[in-house]
Every structure is written in structure tokens, then in C-alpha cells.
């Protein structure tokens, strides 16, 4: 689809827009409907509030309706999918913005409706399916805040500073633990109480998704993807890819 133009498609309950315009940024706006983004090229940059959501090829990013937010594509590129769910739309989505894993068949039908006729009887057929994989989407997401934002304790805090400055290295919970000075379980304890995860979901999740983000955006190998990211072997990898994303690293690949 050329660069610069839009092609859109109203369906009963939402409205599927195909966007392609790179370094593309728009000042604080709200929407009536709910609102969601699923980039397909290039990352997008959105703010809501104080909060600033970074969701690329991959993952979708769940707004709220009138929720005010600023968007800019960045240079990268600017090819991605849009959609207004509106009232009509009555589905089991969250009440605050929420960051994702987006199904790929969620893209493909998208891109399907979008680009051939379909019969009438078959699009009410195909907008249940969306509206049930928007809801797989989002189920587990639940509002994806910052586990910084959450965290009150400094020895948390600078467990999580160590994570992500060192999730590509063989970083074990019993060292990070001694590294802030709490024993394993003390520190276990304290981020499920003020984060909602363990420090091990924790760091698979930043490994998973910078996962995505390579194998979304670069032709390298698994093998490689996944010794980079920090994972020690492939099917440790591979379980924990797809128990974050419902997906093979291949898999995920020829999707996106």
C-alpha cells in the first residue's frame, strides 16, 4: 500500500484503518470510541498523562474511550493498523490503556476485510473473530504498567534497574538477589507484593520482547535471536516465547 495514503472500512460496531505515513505526529486528542493501535512497520510512540507507551510490530496498544493521548510514528516507518470500536462493539475490554501481545491473525484479517470483498454474510462472521481475538489479546494484559511505577522499595527498584540493564546476561534471581541485599525469597516476596510478577517473569518478559522486536525487524537467525536476548538454550526460548506471545519465534516471524 503506497506511503502516505489511507484505506478504511467500516464494519458493524468498529472501523479498521490502514495507515502509512512515517514520522507522522499528532498533538493530545481524544476519541469517542475505543481505540486501538497494532503498528506493522516502525515503532509508535504514545503518551497518555505521564505515562509514555512504546508499542512495536508485534503488539498492540489498547486505548480507552476518551482517554486524551499523543502519538508520533518516529522515523523508523509509519505502516500501521488502526481501529475505532464503538459502542455497538460491546466486548470484554480493559478500562485502562493496556500494552499487548497482538494475535497475527488479528493482522491477516485486518488486511483481508481491508483489501477484498467480502460477502456480508461472511464479514459478521469475520468481525466475531476479531472481536474474540482482541479480547484474547487484551485478557492477560490488564493495564501493562510500568513495574518501576509500581515498585515502592528501593531494593526493588534497583533490582529492576539491574534487569534491564543485564537481561541479555546470564543474570540468576539467587545473585540479584544478593546484589540488593535480600535472600531469594525475600525478594521474590516483595515483587510479586509491589510489582505483580516475580523477578524471573520479569526478566523473561524483557527477553521475550525484545525478541519480538528483532525478529519482527531483522532476518537473523533464532539461534541467534535467542542467545542474544539472554535466553542459555533454545527450548527454554522457545517455552517462554510462546507462553508470552501463543506463538513459535518462527511462527511469529512469517506474521510479522
Known amino acids: 500500500m503506497k506511503p502516505g495514503a489511507d484505506i478504511s472500512i467500516g464494519l458493524k460496531g468498529l472501523e479498521i484503518i490502514h495507515h502509512n505515513k512515517p514520522k507522522l505526529s499528532l498533538a493530545k486528542h481524544s476519541h469517542p470510541e475505543h481505540h486501538v493501535i497494532l503498528p506493522l512497520r516502525g515503532k509508535v510512540l504514545v503518551k497518555t498523562g505521564d505515562r509514555e507507551w512504546s508499542c512495536s510490530p508485534g503488539r498492540l496498544l489498547f486505548l480507552p474511550s476518551g482517554i486524551p493521548h499523543a502519538f508520533d510514528s518516529g522515523d523508523e516507518g509509519g505502516e500501521r493498523l488502526i481501529y475505532l470500536l464503538k459502542p455497538a462493539f460491546h466486548r470484554r475490554l480493559p478500562k485502562e490503556a493496556a500494552l499487548a501481545t497482538a494475535d497475527p491473525l488479528l493482522r491477516e484479517l485486518s488486511l483481508h476485510l481491508l483489501l477484498r470483498p467480502v460477502r456480508p454474510r461472511a464479514k459478521g462472521a469475520l468481525v466475531e473473530t476479531l472481536g474474540l481475538l482482541f479480547e484474547e489479546s487484551l485478557a492477560n494484559a490488564a493495564s501493562e504498567v510500568d513495574a518501576r511505577a509500581r515498585a515502592r522499595d528501593p531494593r526493588v527498584r534497583k533490582a529492576l534497574d539491574l534487569i534491564e540493564v543485564h537481561y541479555r546476561e546470564e543474570l540468576r534471581i539467587p545473585k540479584l538477589a544478593k546484589l540488593v541485599g535480600l535472600s531469594e525469597r525475600s525478594l521474590t516476596r516483595l515483587f510479586v507484593k509491589e510489582?505483580?510478577?516475580?523477578?524471573?517473569?520479569?526478566?523473561?518478559?524483557?527477553?521475550?520482547?525484545?525478541?519480538?522486536?528483532?525478529?519482527?525487524?531483522?532476518?537473523?537467525?533464532?539461534?541467534?535471536?535467542?542467545?542474544?536476548?539472554?535466553?542459555q538454550s533454545l527450548s527454554s526460548f522457545f517455552a517462554a516465547f510462546r507462553q508470552r506471545t501463543g506463538h513459535l519465534p518462527s511462527e511469529y516471524r512469517s506474521a510479522f
Open 195 to 231: 510489582v505483580g510478577q516475580n523477578p524471573k517473569q520479569v526478566l523473561t518478559r524483557l527477553r521475550v520482547d525484545e525478541a519480538q522486536r528483532l525478529l519482527s525487524s531483522s532476518d537473523r537467525a533464532v539461534t541467534d535471536i535467542a542467545l542474544d536476548v539472554g535466553f
